[in-house]
């Protein structure tokens, strides 16, 4: 199986870069393909523009879908987004692994999802969600966030994760197709011993070395 791993995270010794090195490991050790994107080691840039394309369809006024059409009907993307494209189409499975900052993806994540699921090549044209480019391939968020795991619960300090998530595992990957698997969840890693986060990481590896036959969820049932 082959899996690509989107890792965003600045600082390669914190318990997200454990977490992508167990992954790394595990997925290998299993027979499986990993390929990495480390887009801090990238020096990705988030910011969208014309630097996206070496193409061009209006040199007056720039609106990125028409830009990415264009693009994809002449072969007039940047080689990066070209060869970050290549990576999504051809994975079996997609992981994002992260820290969750404001409710929501680090911004050199999101900005990878800006410029690199492009219209035309990852979706329109009709083709959403149960009929997406990307239907068959499966998608998993790995992440930890801030505060401890009562605070995301339902009635919680933070609310429901399941909510904050909503708009990543259905705005973005069910969008453009991908089958969903629950999210790895490692709450408040600051706030655990290295007994706990060793723990976190062993059920992690676990759970990665069966992930081939792991059925799908729907958002909500988790």
């Not at 609106?63 to 007039?76: P, T």
């Not at 290295?194 to 062993?202: C, F, I, M, P, Q």
């Amino acid at each position: 199986m082959r899996v690509f791993i989107v890792y965003a995270h600045p600082e390669p010794k914190s318990f997200n870069g454990a977490l992508l090195h167990t992954a790394v490991d595990t997925l290998s050790a299993a027979g499986h393909e990993p390929v990495i994107s480390d887009l801090y080691a990238m020096g990705f840039d988030p910011v969208s523009g014309r630097h996206n394309f070496t193409s061009v369809r209006n040199p007056d006024y720039f609106k990125q879908q028409l830009e990415e059409l264009h693009a994809d009907e002449v072969g007039g993307f940047a080689p990066l987004i070209e060869a970050e494209l290549a990576k999504v189409e051809a994975c079996d499975l997609m992981i994002w692994q992260f820290p969750l900052w404001w409710f929501g993806l680090p911004a050199i994540l999101k900005g990878w999802v800006d410029r690199v699921l492009v219209m035309g090549r990852t979706y329109g044209g009709g083709r959403f969600y149960d009929t997406g480019v990307f239907r068959g391939k499966r998608a998993l968020l790995s992440l930890t966030t801030g505060a401890p795991e009562a605070a995301y619960r339902r009635g919680g300090f933070n609310g429901d994760i399941e909510a904050i998530l909503r708009p990543i595992h259905r705005g973005i990957l069910r969008f453009v197709g991908f089958d969903l698997l629950a999210p790895n969840l490692v709450f408040g890693p600051a706030h655990q011993t290295d007994t706990e986060l060793k723990a976190a990481l062993g059920a992690y590896a676990g759970r990665l070395r069966a992930i081939e036959s792991e059925a799908p969820i729907e958002v909500g049932e988790y």
